[in-house]
């Protein structure tokens, strides 16, 4: 294996192949090889590596993003690292090593594990005993290691994985082209493969690093050369594409002169962008978690990030999930307003829509797998019955993790897309977040977007901890955090502030008024009124409501309560029909209906302690957590013991953020009992 190895070494170190080592013999000879060629290398045993990680000491995390990244970083600091000791025995083990996949995949390493003769890499997280949602955190660290082996670093002669450039350079050679090496001196770029057809040209194939997502425009046809530009990615999961494609090559070959003219691209206009805005739009080659506080833009920032990836391929291949029917439909529209010249049609873009709507056309697609007759009925409190036909929102999610017990279930969705992007990202329930992932394949070619300060629906099963511990799926991703505020009154933005400094686990950021923001400075902008019944607090709420509503504002009254928004709307509706009939500019309803929208100004209702922070939330939710421990995020465990990653408490804070940052001008906080401790 190691001669092997050696004898296509120029091919395998310009393409950053790898080996693994079956005996201790091979690695001495392997070792010596590379002292021969002075090719720098560096030992590094696992066991010791993991002694000296934050994962694995008392103090654990404290913060998010404090993954140990950076002692990785020191260590593989040599082009070819040979991994001793390598077992795994519990989550911690795992998560450091699917680490060291990750940074591999994004540097010009080469691993080489050292395993034994009659072990499969790929069965190396099998080692220790996992609950189910370990197990389901264990699957997506074991794709991203099936893309390594089979596309970028280990030899694996036991993996089930087909050696993809392999596979690759064979079908090429049956078309009749001949293998005639890597040049590394080539002018059409380093690294490439060689190929010399019967009609006498020749074929360069420009291999990216798996990540790099390659502009069409890069590639040509002369009359004598071709470049094509693929990525591992491609090669993995498109390979049929490429072999299609060199094809036809023979039979077009005088005709034409370059892909890049006869390329149709989207014409459009950018919406004015920030500074980070514009950078993380064209960040490409990494997963990426990306922070947008209350009125930074996020809905802005998808809809370029979208039509900048049309530079790159075709609409129908860009994913885009979001929580609501009212978000799909506001980003196809602002997508659709940009548009200009050879415009998309928005219509014929399916792949912008919620997550529950994507599961379920993903069930669509296989209920037959599922047992079913015919595809299966929605039903919001149903309990799944495959003799009547329906399932709950919550049965979906179950069903689609079923079907993705499935490998060619998963490769055929994850080969349809290339590039995710996700939406309130907090939001994300934790089972969710596994069938993204798994679609995603391994490959980080996903935007995460959201705000773990927003996260309110943890009561529906969202999970913000999928958000605050995104380093420990994607070691190598990177962070944008988007400060800028283009909404609120800098009163009220401070006000804000003020209330998420109480929260113990978040990322570290402070919401900015920014440049842009035409909100002037008012003292004002933040009433705490208190009234003796809480019928003189209603009475002023719609009073002063009518009033802004009158001079043309866009106003809205935020409760706590089902209740209370029924009773504000019954009052609303005996004192001003004819207002209550115009509903276009006013809004009563829950903060968590409120989520997304903005007013003029904002009436934050019955806010008496009790009520907000509600002591029934609180109530349930500690006593939800005491019986069902096991339902938490597994990275919960990394958590240092003071720090408290699923508090209801703290739930409730959010909520009233979330509240209180919908207005751009003015709030009203009303209260007729104990005031809020919120406000003390």
């Known amino acids: 294996m190691i001669n092997l190895y050696f004898k296509n070494f120029n091919f395998n170190l310009s393409n950053f192949i790898g080996i693994a080592i079956f005996s201790e013999d091979k690695k001495k000879s392997f070792i010596k090889n590379l002292t021969n060629l002075e090719l720098d290398y560096n030992a590094i045993s696992f066991i010791k ?27 593989f600091s040599s082009k070819f690292i040979i991994l001793e000791d390598l077992f795994i025995e519990n989550l911690a083990d795992a998560v450091l090593f699917n680490a060291i996949c990750d940074f591999v995949l994004h540097n010009k390493i080469i691993l080489c594990p050292v395993i034994a003769d009659n072990f499969d890499l790929q069965r190396i997280y099998d080692n220790f005993n996992k609950n189910s949602y370990e197990d389901l955190i264990i699957d997506i660290f074991k794709l ?86 693929i990525s591992f990615n491609d090669i993995y999961f498109n390979p049929g594409e490429i072999i299609n494609k060199i094809k036809i090559f023979p039979f077009i070959i005088r005709d034409i002169k370059s892909v890049s003219n006869n390329k149709k691209t989207v014409k459009f206009q950018y919406d004015k962008l920030s500074k980070i805005q514009d950078i993380s739009i064209k960040e490409l080659d990494s997963a990426h978690l990306v922070i947008a506080g209350a009125g930074s833009g996020k809905t802005r920032l998808i809809v370029n990030k979208f039509l900048y990836l049309t530079n ?7 994913l885009v999930l979001t929580y609501t029917n009212n978000a799909a439909d506001e980003i196809k529209n602002r997508i659709g307003r940009l548009c200009t010249g050879d415009n998309l049609n928005i219509k014929k873009i399916l792949n912008i829509t919620t997550y529950h709507s994507f599961f379920y056309s993903i069930i669509r697609e296989y209920y037959s797998e ?17 003799k009547t036909g329906f399932i709950s929102y919550d049965d979906m999610i179950l069903n689609v993790l079923k079907l993705f017990k499935n490998k060619n279930i998963v490769y055929d969705i994850a080969s349809r897309f290339k590039y995710i992007l996700v939406d309130e990202y907090q939001d994300m329930d934790f089972l969710s977040d596994i069938i993204i992932k798994k679609i995603d394949g391994g490959r980080g070619i996903t935007m995460y977007a959201g705000d773990d300060d927003q996260s309110i629906y943890g009561f529906n099963g969202g999970d913000s901890a999928n958000l605050l511990f995104f380093d420990l799926f994607y070691s190598s991703g990177k962070l944008f ?52 019944s809480k019928n003189s607090e209603e009475k002023f709420i719609i009073g002063r409501f009518n009033l802004y509503l009158a001079k043309g504002g866009n106003v809205g009254i935020l409760v706590r309560t089902q209740k209370e928004e029924d009773n504000f709307k ?13 509903s ?87 209260y007729s009992g104990k005031k809020s401790e919120f406000l003390a």
């Open 49 to 75: 590596m993991k002694s000296s990680l934050r994962l694995y000491n008392k103090n654990k995390i404290s913060r998010p993003l404090n993954f140990p990244l950076k002692d990785i970083e020191e260590l």
């Open 144 to 229: 991203r290691l099936g893309l390594l082996t089979a596309t970028r670093i280990i030899y694996d002669r036991s993996s089930e994985f087909v050696t993809a450039i392999t596979y690759i350079i064979k079908k090429i050679s049956e078309l009749g082209f001949l293998h005639r090496g890597s040049n590394r001196q080539s002018p059409f770029g380093n690294p490439c493969l060689k190929f010399m057809g019967k009609d006498n040209f020749t074929i360069m194939l420009r291999i990216h690093p798996l990540k790099k997502t390659i502009a069409v425009r890069d590639e040509f046809i002369g009359d004598s050369k071709i470049m094509l530009n």
């Open 312 to 318: 790159f391929m075709s609409p129908g291949e860009i």
């Open 370 to 386: 599922l047992g079913f007759k015919s595809v299966p009925l929605v039903k919001e409190q149903a309990c799944e019955n495959i």
């Open 481 to 532: 955090i988007m400060q800028y505020n283009y909404r609120s009154n800098s009163k009220i933005i401070n006000f804000c502030n003020s209330l998420l400094n109480n929260i113990n686990f978040r990322f570290p950021k402070k919401m900015i008024q920014s440049e842009g923001n035409n909100m002037l400075p008012d003292e004002n902008a933040i009433d705490i009124l208190s009234f003796e």
């Open 570 to 582: 019954k009052i609303l509706k005996e004192m001003n029909p004819e207002g209550y009939a115009n």
């Open 584 to 670: 276009k500019n006013w809004f009563i309803g829950t903060i968590h209906k409120s989520k997304g929208m903005e007013f003029d100004t904002v009436f934050i209702a019955n806010a008496n302690n009790g009520n907000i922070p509600h002591l029934k939330s609180l109530t349930q939710a500690y006593s939800k957590n005491k019986k069902s421990k096991n339902l938490n995020h597994p990275f919960q465990f990394f958590l240092n013991n003071d720090i408290n990653g699923n508090s209801a408490y703290e739930d409730e804070i959010k909520l009233f953020y979330v509240a209180a940052s919908r207005a751009k001008k003015k709030v009203f906080i009303t």
